[in-house]
């Protein structure tokens, strides 16, 4: 890998959100085996529609992995009340970390106060668990200026990290839109780097950028195989 150091793959590899089954076709097959990676390489999480939350659970019971599901995916375009009672079920389900799509069409639609509204009332009902929650703002559709009104109005709202994008649709994560993202902000949130993450090259230009936390695919994996990679 040309200019990425061990270092940095080793801190990469621990704040890893494994995505690979984050499909509309995935089988309960490959969830557990997207689970045996998970923690055979000590990733931060595994992600899965909430239909295979209880396999999650059971597959990273006592790994340190994070069963991690989204909520009002990928639109954003469910009511607080679909999204309220959506978390509460995963949240009694087992789910231990959770990103939530905010109301894009409503930010569009200049209604800030309706998506943050929105947002924390879900953050309402995610708090008493203490798990990590993270807003996708969807970057792909959004202008830069719109970009920095997103990260702000994520950041009042008391989440845990901003998301870039939920990789169902336009665009994708860059170090431009990550930087821009962590100069709005500064060090007050996290920052998960979400969307055509490529390569082991990708995610560590990403949190050279400011990313705390990286979405990734099966060509992690298969890259760290090439490595020989050991946790």
Not at 88 to 102: F, I, K, N, S, Y
Not at 192 to 221: C, H, N, P, Q, Y
């Given at each position: 890998?040309?200019g990425?150091?061990?270092?940095?793959?080793?801190?990469l590899?621990?704040?890893?959100?494994?995505?690979?089954?984050?499909?509309i076709?995935?089988?309960?097959?490959?969830?557990r085996?997207?689970?045996r990676?998970?923690?055979?390489?000590?990733?931060r999480a595994?992600?899965?529609?909430?239909?295979?939350l209880?396999?999650?659970?059971?597959?990273?019971?006592?790994?340190?992995v994070?069963?991690?599901?989204?909520?009002?995916?990928?639109?954003?375009?469910?009511?607080?009340?679909?999204?309220?009672?959506e978390a509460e079920e995963?949240?009694?389900?087992?789910?231990?970390?959770?990103?939530?799509?905010?109301?894009?069409?409503?930010?569009?639609?200049?209604?800030?106060?309706?998506v943050?509204?929105?947002?924390?009332?879900v953050?309402?009902?995610?708090?008493p668990y203490?798990?990590?929650?993270?807003?996708?703002?969807?970057?792909?559709?959004?202008?830069?200026?719109?970009?920095?009104?997103?990260?702000?109005?994520v950041?009042?709202?008391?989440?845990?990290?901003i998301?870039?994008?939920?990789?169902?649709?336009?665009?994708r994560?860059?170090?431009h839109?990550?930087?821009?993202?962590?100069?709005?902000?500064?060090?007050?949130?996290?920052?998960?780097?979400?969307?055509?993450?490529?390569?082991?090259?990708?995610?560590?230009?990403?949190?050279?950028?400011?990313?705390?936390?990286?979405a990734?695919?099966?060509f992690?994996?298969?890259?760290l195989?090439a490595?020989n990679?050991?946790?």
């Amino acid at each position: 890998m040309h200019g990425v150091t061990l270092e940095e793959v080793r801190r990469l590899v621990a704040v890893i959100d494994y995505s690979e089954v984050l499909t509309i076709t995935a089988s309960e097959e490959e969830v557990r085996a997207a689970c045996r990676a998970a923690r055979n390489y000590r990733f931060r999480a595994v992600v899965a529609f909430p239909q295979h939350l209880g396999i999650l659970v059971d597959e990273l019971k006592d790994s340190g992995v994070r069963a991690q599901i989204p909520i009002s995916f990928p639109c954003g375009g469910t009511t607080t009340y679909v999204k309220c009672r959506e978390a509460e079920e995963g949240l009694r389900r087992g789910a231990t970390d959770m990103d939530m799509v905010m109301n894009i069409a409503a930010f569009k639609a200049g209604d800030y106060a309706r998506v943050a509204r929105d947002i924390c009332e879900v953050m309402a009902v995610a708090r008493p668990y203490q798990i990590p929650f993270k807003v996708i703002i969807e970057i792909g559709v959004l202008s830069e200026p719109e970009k920095v009104t997103a990260a702000k109005l994520v950041l009042d709202s008391g989440a845990d990290f901003i998301k870039t994008c939920t990789g169902f649709g336009p665009g994708r994560a860059t170090v431009h839109d990550i930087g821009l993202i962590r100069e709005t902000v500064g060090d007050r949130i996290g920052i998960k780097a979400s969307g055509g993450v490529a390569s082991i090259e990708d995610g560590v230009a990403l949190m050279r950028a400011g990313a705390t936390v990286v979405a990734m695919r099966r060509f992690l994996i298969e890259q760290l195989e090439a490595m020989n990679w050991q946790p």
